[in-house]
């Protein structure tokens, strides 16, 4: 057994805890999983299923912890692991499961497959089996914060150039994206890009929040990589700097795995975590509901659909909050087939969408999204991710669907800068202007 | 004054975190001290290229604004 194959049996055993021993342990073969997930449903071969993708692991773990697989490894289909496999692994482990969970969700033992991938990524991130771009990207953003004094005049000055937007977009020549402010009660963290600021900075101007927007980037690499260090190192960023700053609240940007990562793992990895963690799907639909923001839905009138990132949906439980969005917003808005937490993945989650080579296989996966989405007769699809923004754009133009990809604060502020247009021009607020009542 | 790049990458209208992705992916085509000169509109990758730069040992040779486009210079060093 080589060196490599013994250091990713010894990651592998570490990470065996109850949760992940139930998995390997009671899968009954039933099947039941194949169809539910969206990568077999693309391409029915049975390597696909996701049961089959679990046996990968399965065959090493019998070798060891099954008594007959350890004295007569063929009568159950045990076998040692060697270095081939560890190649195939990444392919299955990386390549063939989003960890979306829904075949989780729909197999009747509960078997979590998602995890036992996750286990599967661990060990081969820990000997270098891991795609170069993810390690790459985590990478970056830990040396994000070790070079903070290099980039930090850099970034503040292009956000001094977006507030000059979001000057021109609120009519207000006070408005201000602060960055660095202690005591503030909102951290806001983005992505890197424009595109999650701005929006965020109009809506929070609306309210009147009291706010400061991230040095960080809410994305986290070292998530999909299933490396617990990396992960840390890069959530470490954003708590280190809500701290030091005092908030009471973080605001995450539209961000599937950002928020899986700082709503429900960071608070258990950190001792200290006084502040609360939401999505601005969540604030905002809050908002709409005291009746805090003018909105217009027809600003919005072309025929939206949503798509339900898996880790916000199925995973967060964020399955209401877009809905009292969309409905508050736009003016057509029809649901996909299924949808909430049985909606399908779009095929390009867990870093699938940052892999080049992969490509054609994340364009073949995202066949059954592609789908769902012709059914509904969409013009625009929102999703709130991304990672799925991302993916479900290339899906667009791979397979002519001729959708326009949209975040669903976009559409909030189309909706509310409309309804303060009109204010601004009618004598009377106008009786279409959406209000909704306080919850 | 600086060298001529090997290659010029137009990574206008890329958000994150594709302006990276590509870079990776071009780094490859030019040879060990070969240069690389991409355009760019994501404020991101102000942020994102120094820090790629410096976890892979490549060199950010500049990386400057040029009205609403950000102009960067990478050298491969490995
Ligand atoms: S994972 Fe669940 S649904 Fe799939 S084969 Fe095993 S028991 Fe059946
Ligand atoms: S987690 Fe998602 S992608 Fe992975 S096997 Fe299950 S359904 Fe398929």
């Keep these: 057994m080589s060196e490599r194959v013994q250091q990713a049996l010894a990651v592998f055993e570490k990470s065996l805890d109850r949760r992940l021993l139930a998995a390997l342990e009671v899968c009954a073969r039933c099947g039941i999983c194949a169809e539910s997930c969206h990568v077999f449903a693309a391409e029915p071969d049975f390597r696909n299923a996701p049961a089959a993708k679990a046996e990968a692991v399965r065959r090493f773990y019998r070798r060891v912890h099954d008594p007959i697989g350890r004295l007569f490894p063929w009568w159950v289909g045990a076998k040692d692991l060697s270095e081939a496999d560890l190649e195939e692994l990444a392919e299955i482990a990386f390549g063939a499961c989003t960890l979306c969970r829904r075949c989780t969700m729909n197999c009747p033992m509960g078997v979590d497959t998602a995890l036992i991938m996750r286990a599967a990524r661990a060990m081969l991130t820990a000997v270098g089996k891991a795609p170069e771009m993810l390690t790459q990207l985590a990478d970056a953003a830990i040396a994000r914060e070790e070079n903070l004094e290099f980039f930090r005049e850099f970034y503040i000055d292009q956000i001094r150039e977006l507030e000059r937007e979001l000057q021109e977009q609120t009519g207000d020549p006070d408005a201000r994206i602060p960055v660095e402010k202690a005591g503030a009660e909102i951290l806001y963290v983005a992505l890197s890009g424009a595109h999650t600021i701005l929006p965020a900075a109009v809506l929070f101007h609306a309210v009147g929040a009291d706010w400061t927007l991230s040095l960080f980037e809410a994305a986290n690499y070292g998530y999909f990589l299933a490396d617990l260090q990396r992960a840390k190192a890069i959530a470490r960023r954003i708590v280190d700097e809500a701290r030091r700053l005092g908030v009471k609240e973080i605001i995450l940007a539209e961000c599937g795995h950002a928020y899986t990562v700082l709503r429900w793992e960071a608070p258990n990895w950190f001792d200290d975590f006084p502040f609360r963690v939401r999505s601005i799907i969540e604030a905002a639909a809050e908002w709409i509901q005291q009746g805090r923001l003018p909105l217009d839905p027809s600003a919005n009138p072309e025929p939206v659909t949503y798509h339900d990132s898996c880790n916000l949906g199925r995973n967060g439980g964020l399955l209401e909050e877009p809905r009292i969005i969309l409905r508050a917003v736009v003016q057509d808005f029809r649901e996909m087939s299924p949808n909430r937490a049985e909606n399908f993945c779009c095929g390009g989650g867990a870093g699938l969408v940052a892999v080049p080579e992969w490509y054609e296989k994340r364009m073949r996966a995202g066949r059954r999204k592609v789908e769902q989405i012709r059914q509904t007769g969409a013009r625009i699809v929102v999703a709130s991710c991304d990672n799925c923004r991302l993916q479900l754009g290339d899906l667009s133009e791979y397979y002519g669907l001729g959708v326009r990809v949209s975040g669903l604060m976009d559409l909030v502020v189309n909706a509310y800068l409309a309804a303060r247009r009109m204010k601004a021009t009618a004598p009377v607020a106008p009786t279409w202007v959406h209000a909704v009542e306080p919850a | ?78």
Excluded: H
């Design chain 2, 1 to 78: 004054m600086e060298m001529k790049p090997d290659l010029t990458l137009d990574l206008k209208g890329l958000l994150c975190p594709m302006p990276v992705v590509k870079i990776n992916q071009a780094i490859k085509n030019v040879p060990i001290g070969g240069i690389i000169e991409a355009y760019a509109t994501d404020p991101g990758v102000m942020a994102d290229i120094p820090a790629w730069c410096r976890s892979t040992g490549n060199e950010l040779v500049t990386i400057e604004k040029q009205d609403k486009v950000i102009r960067f210079v990478v050298r491969r060093l490995k």
